[in-house]
């Protein structure tokens, strides 16, 4: 099925069995099954029930891929990725503009197993520079949180491959509609599907999908040994959420490139960063490699420091939270959010300043937006 929109109403062909004529999905609440005439063996711990292996399937039909593995969040995912291919004194290459919680797995959980972390530019030289003799991953995210920084992805799964290093990227930011690692040659994608696969801002879950065989079982042991398996009613809610994904994100993509213009034309605001800007410095790569540009944005106000918490507080729409990917539009502060644990030098040198503002744009009609933001920084201005 070529289109997007399609695949997320019907991602799976044929009917099934036993469904007596429902067009939606079943909800198999069991945590027992019978083993003696099965296949496999279901238990909700080895990602192996009717709903698990459900969504996991239409997640990776979506990303192109083969197969797929849901989790109770997107942590999960990603302490589960990255810990099936290192063992001690192994290395791991992950890009430097990193999620807070993935730079704090690296930082704080990976040296208690001996396995040390490099951090690169978004350049194919910063990454092949710090490739060692014992690098076994590369981690990328890309567009990055919170300025939108696109790293190239073709580029690095080669780099990657010659080298025997398996390539994870977190495409949370991007989503399927928009970007689809596996076929730029990556061997893992990961989202947060809390973010935009679950796109209502109420449902925390995480994927991972490949197209890789012998990936699976590596995968599914280190999970097993984790935990973080994925309720079926929250499975059930997650495949209901994805019948909209496509509508909603591009409704997201066009609400964040009108948002971008109309700030970056706004005498209030210093800087705007997204990749769908012909100056943004990844937009050559973005276009290469992303079908639109993604809901997300940063931009710097130019007003005084003691006036920005009154900007936030005249938004009437848009919600100061953290999250993004979903229906309601926020907003956040990275350096008093996401960015908080870092010295005010440390967020200097990665462009996270106190005027800095991420944008996670909702699905809201686009005047509605543009009235919001020009009100609330008329008021600080
Ligand atoms: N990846 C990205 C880019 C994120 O923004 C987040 C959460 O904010 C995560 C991963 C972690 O996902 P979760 O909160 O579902 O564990």
């Given at each position: 099925m070529e289109n997007f929109e399609t695949l997320c109403v019907h991602p799976i062909s044929g009917k099934e069995e036993g469904s007596r004529g429902s067009v939606t999905g079943l909800i198999y609440p069991a945590t027992a099954y019978d083993y003696i005439n099965g296949?496999?063996?279901?238990?909700?711990g080895f990602y192996s029930t009717y709903n698990q292996k459900r969504l996991a399937q239409i997640i990776a039909n979506m990303e192109k891929g083969e197969w797929g593995v849901v989790f109770s969040s997107g942590m999960a995912a990603i302490s589960t990725a990255v810990l099936?291919?290192?063992?001690?004194?192994?290395?791991?290459?992950?890009?430097?503009?990193?999620?807070?919680?993935?730079?704090?797995?690296?930082?704080?959980?990976?040296?208690?197993?001996?396995?040390?972390?490099?951090?690169?530019?978004?350049?194919?030289?910063?990454?092949?520079?710090?490739?060692r003799r014992n690098t076994r991953v590369i981690?990328?995210?890309?567009?990055?949180?919170?300025?939108?920084?696109?790293?190239?992805?073709?580029?690095?799964?080669?780099?990657?491959?010659?080298n025997g290093i398996v390539t994870i990227v977190d495409n949370t930011f991007a989503s399927p509609i928009n970007q689809l690692p596996l076929n730029e040659g990556i061997d893992i994608s990961i989202h947060s599907g809390t973010k935009y696969l679950g796109g209502h801002n109420d449902l925390p879950y995480g994927a991972l999908v490949s197209n890789l065989a012998a990936h699976r079982e590596p995968i599914l042991t280190t999970a097993k040994m984790y935990g973080g398996s994925l309720s079926p009613d929250q499975c059930y809610l997650a495949e209901r959420s994805l019948k909209t994904l496509a509508l909603r994100v591009e409704r997201q993509n066009q609400n964040a490139l009108t948002l971008a213009k109309w700030l970056k034309a706004h005498k209030a605001?210093?800087?705007?960063?997204?990749p769908g800007l012909p100056d943004h410095p990844g937009h050559n790569i973005a276009r290469q490699q992303m079908?639109?540009?993604?809901?997300?944005?940063?931009?710097?106000?130019?007003?005084?420091?003691?006036?920005?918490p009154v900007f936030l507080k005249n938004l009437r729409i848009?919600?100061?939270?953290?999250?993004?990917?979903?229906?309601?539009?926020?907003?956040?502060?990275?350096?008093?959010?996401?960015?908080?644990?870092?010295?005010?030098?440390?967020?200097?040198?990665?462009?996270?300043?106190?005027?800095?503002?991420?944008?996670?744009?909702?699905?809201?009609?686009?005047?509605?937006?543009?009235?919001?933001?020009d009100d609330a920084i008329t008021a600080a201005y």
């Open positions: 296949e496999e063996l279901q238990y909700p099936s291919f290192t063992q001690q004194n192994d290395h791991i290459i992950f890009s430097k503009d990193l999620y807070g919680g993935a730079w704090s797995f690296a930082e704080k959980e990976l040296p208690k197993r001996n396995i040390s972390s490099s951090y690169a530019d978004n350049t194919l030289e910063s990454f092949a520079a710090l490739i981690y990328i995210e890309t567009p990055s949180n919170p300025l939108l920084k696109i790293v190239p992805l073709k580029a690095i799964a080669e780099l990657a491959r010659k605001v210093k800087k705007v960063y997204y079908k639109d540009f993604g809901g997300m944005l940063s931009f710097e106000l130019d007003i005084p420091a003691n006036k920005l848009v919600h100061p939270a953290l999250s993004l990917g979903g229906v309601e539009s926020l907003i956040c502060s990275p350096a008093v959010t996401s960015h908080r644990y870092l010295t005010p030098e440390e967020r200097k040198s990665v462009g996270v300043t106190d005027s800095l503002f991420r944008f996670s744009t909702g699905i809201e009609h686009i005047d509605d937006l543009v009235g919001d933001l």
